[in-house]
Every structure is written in C-alpha cells, then in structure tokens.
C-alpha cells in the first residue's frame, strides 16, 4: 500500500505547479480566456516543450507511456490554475482515441502534431439529442465507392471551433442508439460540408456545434474497425470522465484552501468571519468533502489503472460525488465569500464555474448514481 | 502509487481469516448473525479467545502483550473481523484504560492492571461525562479530595456503558479548584466499583435496553496508589484516551458488512414482496452511502499510509468520527427501511437467548428500528460530531 507519487511524477507535479505560480495567474488566466482563440498558443506550445502533451502515449508513439495516475497528476494542477488551454480536449480525448485505434500513418498524420502542439484536435462525442448517452449517435456515414459521405450534427463540442481535426463517431450500421456499428472517423476542419458555430461556455471554455452535410472523406480517415469504434469511444470517455474529476478535486481543495483565508482575513461585527461557528462548521464539512473526494479519486484511479470487473464502477463512483459534494464546495466557497463570491472579479466565481461545468459532462451526479444502482 | 498487500500481508490476512473461521465460535457467530443480544460471557469468552492468540491487544506495543502490528496489519484485522461478524471489543479496557496505563501509569500499576486487561480477566467502564457535563468535559464537578493516604471522591458520572458489569471504572476527578485553566486540576483515577459508596444506577435509553447507567460516589476512599500519572494532568491523559476511542470510531470495515448483508438482502424477495433492488429510488440511496463509504475507507488507508511511513496523521484522519458516524446512522435507516411495517413490532424478548414464541418479522427486521435508535447515540458519543467540527476548525483549518 502506497499513496505517494514515484519521483518522475512529483517532477512532473513540481513542473505544472512551478508554471501555475510564476506564468498563470488569474489575470494572465482571464486574459487568454478574452483572447480570439480563448487560450494561448505560446503556453499551448511550451506544455508541447516540456512533454506535457506526450504524458498519456506509448514511448513508441513518442510519449512518456504516462496511465491515469500520471494524467491524474496533470489534471489536478490544470485545475488548481483553472487553465484554458485545451489539454482535455486534446490529449485525453482526441489522443485518447488516436493511441487506441490509429494506425501508423494515421499516428505520423495526427497524433504526432497534436504532441507537439503544431495540431489542434478534438472529439465530438455528444450530439444535441443524445444527452449522456455515447452510443445515441444519429450522425451517420454512408459508403460510397472507396469514400464515406457523413451528415449529422455534433453538439457541445469543446475546442470544436479551433480543431483543425475533428474525431467524429458515426453510424454506419447497427440499431438506432447501438454500440455496434459506430465508426470513429477523422475530419479535417477545412472539409467541405463541415459547418460549425463556435460559442464560449459558462466556464470560459470554447466549444462549438458541428453540422456535416455530405462530407466526404477517404478510407485513410476511418479509425480503427469499421463498426467497431464504440469501445475505443468508451474507454477514452472513460479516461476523460477521470480526467475531469481530478481537476474537480484539484478546484475543490482550492477553493476550500480560498475560504478558509478569506474567513480569517474579513473582518464583520469587530472579528474575522471565521471566528463565527456558523461558518466554521460550513468550512469543515468542505474540507470533509474535499479528504473525501481526495480519497476516492485515489481509489478510482487506481481501480482504474489495474482495469477489471471494478473499473466502470468506479468512475461512476467518483463522477457522482464530484458532481454532487463537489458542486456544494462550490456553492458553499461562492456563499462565505459573500458579495465578493458572486462577482466577475473575483476568480472564486470562476472556479465555482469551471466546478459546475465539470459537474454537467460527462454524466451529471443522477446519472452516475443510476448507473451505480442499476 | 497502489493499493496492492504484500506477500507478507497477504500471507497474514490468509492466518487472520482462518482463525476468524475456525475459532469463532458457533453459537455467538448464530447470535450475531440473528441480531441477539450478547451476555458479557459472550464478549468475555471471545475476548478470551483472541487474548489467547496474541490478538487482544491489537493496538498495544509488544512490550506490554500487545500485537505490534503494523497499521496495514491493523486494517486487515478489522477487514475480517467485520467480514466474519465477530463481536465489537468492549473498548473501555483494552481500547481506552490500557493504553492510558502503559503510556502513563507507573511500573507497578502497569504490572497490576494490564496482564488482567490483556486477558479481559477485569470488566472496566468509563466516568468521564456528568449530568452536568457533556460536551463541556472540563466542567465536570466530581471531587477527590486527598487525605493522606487516599482520596475522598464524591459525584456523580453518567453515561456508563454497561457499568452494570464492571469490576472497575476509570475516572477524571477534579482534585483542584484553585487552577488558571478549567483543564487543569483534574486527576485520572482508577476505582474498584465494590468501594463503598459506589451505586450504579441504570438508564434506559430510547430502544428500552439498559446499556448506559448513572454512578454515583459518595465519600468513596480511593487509595493514592490508583492515581494514573500526576495529579492535576489528568485532562491530558484523558485526551489520549479519546483519540483512541474516536479512531475506532469510524468503523469503516463493519459498515462494508452491513452493506454487503444488506445488498444481499434486498436482492431477495420477503413474505411474497418483490425483491427492493427493484425500488430504484431505494437502490439510489443505497448506492449513495456506498460511494461515500468506499471514499472513507481510502481515507482511512491514507491515514494509515502517513502513519505507516512516519508522518503524522493530515487532516483527513480528523473527518473519520464525522463521517464515519453519519455512513453507518444513515445505513441503520436503510435498514429500517428495507423492513418496513415489520421495523415497527417491539418485541424485545424475539432478540434474546431462548425465545420459544411466535416470532414477528423474518431476520432481524424487527431489531432494524431499534438499532436505529440505539445508534443515534453514534454522532453524540466520543464527543459529539458537533464538538468534532469544532475541533477540526481550531486545529486543523487554523481558525
């Protein structure tokens, strides 16, 4: 039994948390946000430099053959600095499916620039009808000589309006909301047919809304099986939902460290706010939810990594506490800073944000509850 | 990082399960399992039992009879203990008094008590709290006055956990009044219950069961020998004695048993009843306190972890009492309401040795609401989760 981070971990941990103190703070932060892109392509190419892009691939593929734990590692501190840049996006997700099915010329074609932060990727899992559900996909692909011809649309698909590649799972046989016949395809941005309206999101994220109208791809863009795409789908929405709640603990102990300086430091009535056993108890049962959503998330992602009959339920586990206890720290961080907590100003509102936004993807709290007690 | 035993964890878990297997006895492992209330014998004979093992002290040093263990070998302990239902440890020697003893008492009060202890030879109980002392321990109005070769303690302590059975009872006594801090002038003291002037009196709590009592003392001689340490830091050594007693407390590894017996049950139908795993709002909660349950267990193993390699317990130690108490009040009520209408019979001669009537309810569903309501006692005892809280915010959030 050993909760401790090996040593190439914690020089990883050491790396981001360096970055976050001296490079990113909320400013800097909430300045990328406004930008065009919404992030910054000079910090998107330094995560490139220093290999933090790499950390999830096979050393073959060029990666630090990095599992959970390490992308746990990662997640945790991009949340702690509440970071734009779009890792999820495009490690986990994008390269969580490329590392899993692509093959070589399609690894040399995609996954080697996603790396090296010259190729911007994403994975349009949802579509406007599907809430939670990976295998409604409406979008299908219709063979027609050596190529596809796709149309559907795509809804909510984050970095989807700057992706220069899209991964698009589409339906090319099978019943309506199967996991059998789902093809995972590779779309470039500049396709013709290919329409997306971008938006930011609450968090101060991007996402965008893809329509395909008859686009046309090639065999060479089919990733992995045809029709056999789900699992791949599923594991890397696996990896993702982890992913997530990682950064969720990572904003949570924030937070709950933010309050807790907050209360000392507000003076009301002649004494510090906390002084006030109301709140102090409040700030306690955060600090609870914190140990114990720390917990968890150790035990998931260990689960996780050792894979097994445990695995599912375990992200279950830790996306339904995460959405439900975490999103109290949340509310609770918002409420003992008071009028300050419910400004654009402060950067507490826009962890609570980032929170909430976590809490609704990738399954909300009831859906993982249902999942657990199904 | 993992969570993987080693061979040798392994290899011990393998002796602890056989042992729990082979030597818990039959008929209070049948108690047990039926929800029928134990005899002191009972605990007694288990207790003796594992005492002849090696396995009574299992937090004590081995200096003093005690395991050793490792904190990993600790939780694999209670891992099976709770596995094979085995009875709860009457905690107020071997938990609390002993450690008190070892860690403070002189050679001669060690090689008196704790042999007797170790061997649950002696029956003791605890007179912290006072009707007018609860949560404000440090109020409590006992007095042991010195003269000469004794104290004079008079008082009254509430609160005793089956003090009906007890040879001995372990007291804080206040033995001065002329202090600049409440904590201080308070004294541990040991006192044979057949001392004159000692009366216990019971109080029935709201499941109708007389676990609890009020004692009284009234010019009781306690002789200078049965002080613990010094005089007036009695407090202090009282304090050690609650960490123990608030470690244990989360009991994380029975609240997996009653989980799994509890999951078990519901995938079976009762009295014609479709089977409850298919009432999804009650699989819902189920599934809720199972998910924090699996977060207090690694909380838990992350304290021992510290422990383990050195480090003094974080704060994620302090939230077991908490938490712990909260999971398992909130599993007695999904038990409660697994049973329904047939939580409500109060039929307490069905839950004793020997009932020959009409029994009411299958299992133990008409033991549900009283344990329920026996156990509210959980989030009040060891200091109330009110006064954890507080604790919790001055020490571990600075505030």
């Known amino acids: 039994m050993d909760f401790s981070l090996n040593e190439v971990q914690e020089m990883l941990a050491d790396s981001i948390d360096k970055f976050i103190e001296n490079d990113y703070d909320f400013d800097t932060r909430q300045k990328y946000a406004a930008s065009d892109k919404g992030y910054s392509d000079k910090v998107w190419q330094m995560f490139a430099e220093l290999g933090w892009t790499a950390v999830p691939f096979s050393e073959a593929d060029g990666g630090f053959d990095g599992g959970p734990i390490d992308i746990m590692v990662v997640m945790r501190r991009l949340g702690r600095g509440l970071v734009v840049e779009p890792y999820l996006a495009n490690v986990v997700l994008a390269g969580g499916i490329l590392k899993r099915v692509a093959n070589e010329e399609q690894k040399q074609r995609w996954l080697h620039p996603i790396m090296g932060g010259e190729l911007q990727a994403t994975l349009a899992f949802t579509e406007p009808q599907a809430r939670y559900e990976l295998a409604n996909v409406a979008t299908t692909a219709v063979r027609e000589d050596d190529d596809w011809l796709l149309n559907g649309r795509k809804g909510f698909v984050i970095n989807g309006g700057t992706a220069g590649i899209l991964i698009i799972p589409a339906r090319t046989g099978g019943e309506s909301c199967g996991v059998d016949g789902i093809t995972l395809f590779a779309v470039e941005a500049s396709a013709d047919g290919l329409s997306r309206n971008a938006y930011q999101t609450v968090d101060g994220l991007r996402a965008a809304e893809i329509t395909l109208e008859n686009v046309r791809v090639g065999s060479a863009a089919v990733l992995g099986e045809v029709g056999g795409g789900f699992p791949a789908l599923e594991a890397t929405i696996a990896d993702a939902t982890l992913a997530v709640c990682a950064e969720a603990v990572g904003i949570m102990h924030l937070l709950k460290d933010k309050t807790i300086e907050y209360s000392k430091s507000r003076s009301q009535f002649g004494v510090p706010i906390g002084s006030f056993q109301a709140l102090q108890h409040r700030m306690v049962d955060m600090l609870t939810a914190c140990e114990q959503a720390e917990s968890l998330l150790l035990w998931a992602v260990m689960t996780y990594a050792q894979g097994g009959a445990d695995a599912s339920r375990a992200i279950s586990s830790i996306k339904y506490l995460v959405s439900s206890s975490g999103q109290r720290v949340g509310e609770e961080a918002v409420q003992i800073h008071g009028g300050m907590g419910v400004t654009w100003e402060l950067d507490v509102a826009h962890y609570f944000k980032r929170l909430t936004a976590i809490g609704q993807s990738f399954g909300n709290a009831d859906w993982h509850l249902d999942r657990l007690a199904a | ?399």
Not at chain 2, 281 to 296: D, F, G, P, T
């Open chain 2, 1 to 399: 990082m993992h969570v993987t035993f080693s061979e040798q964890e392994l290899a011990f878990q393998e002796e602890v399960r056989t042992f729990f297997r082979d030597e818990f006895p039959g008929d209070i492992r049948e108690k047990q399992d039926n929800g029928i209330e134990l005899s002191p014998e009972d605990y007694i004979r288990w207790q003796q039992l594992l005492h002849s093992r090696g396995w009574a002290g299992v937090n004590w040093p081995v200096e003093y009879g005690g395991t050793g263990w490792t904190p990993v070998q600790k939780y694999i302990f209670a891992a099976e203990e709770a596995n094979a239902n085995a009875p709860v440890i009457i905690p107020f020697g071997l938990s609390m008094v002993g450690p008190v003893i070892y860690t403070f008492g002189n050679q001669e009060q060690q090689q008196r008590f704790l042999p007797d202890i170790l061997a649950s030879k002696v029956w003791w109980c605890q007179g912290y709290s006072e009707p007018g002392a609860g949560s404000d321990l440090a109020s409590l109005k006992t007095r042991a006055e010195f003269a000469g070769d004794h104290y004079v303690v008079n008082g009254t302590k509430t609160w005793t956990t089956l003090g009906q059975h007890a040879d001995w009872i372990f007291c804080l006594a206040r033995t001065s009044t002329d202090v600049a801090r409440r904590q201080e002038g308070i004294s541990f003291l040991l006192i044979d219950m057949k001392t004159p002037g000692v009366t216990v009196k019971p109080i029935i709590l709201l499941d109708g069961v007389h676990e609890v009592n009020e004692v009284h003392f009234d010019n009781v001689k306690v002789p200078v020998e049965n002080l613990v340490g010094e005089e007036g830091k009695g407090w202090t050594y009282g304090k050690v004695l609650l960490q123990h007693e608030r470690a244990n407390i989360a009991a994380v590894a029975r609240s997996h048993y009653r989980i799994r017996r509890l999951r078990k049950q519901v995938s079976e139908s009762v009295r014609g009843a479709p089977p409850l795993v298919t009432d999804a709002s009650y699989m819902r909660q189920l599934a809720a306190v199972e998910v924090e349950l699996k977060a207090l267990e690694y909380t838990e193993l992350r304290t021992l972890a510290a422990v383990a390699s050195g480090k003094a317990p974080g704060p994620e130690s302090s939230i077991l009492k908490v938490k712990g108490t909260e999971i398992q009040q909130a599993i007695d009520m999904l038990y409660v309401q697994a049973a329904g209408y047939y939580a409500l019979p109060y039929v307490p001669d069905q839950h004793e040795v020997g009932f020959a009537g009409d029994s009411v309810g299958e299992g133990a569903e008409t033991s549900t609401a009283l344990r329920y309501f026996n156990n509210r006692k959980a989030s009040i005892y060891g200091g109330s989760n009110e006064i954890q809280k507080n604790i919790i915010a001055k020490h571990v959030l600075g505030l």
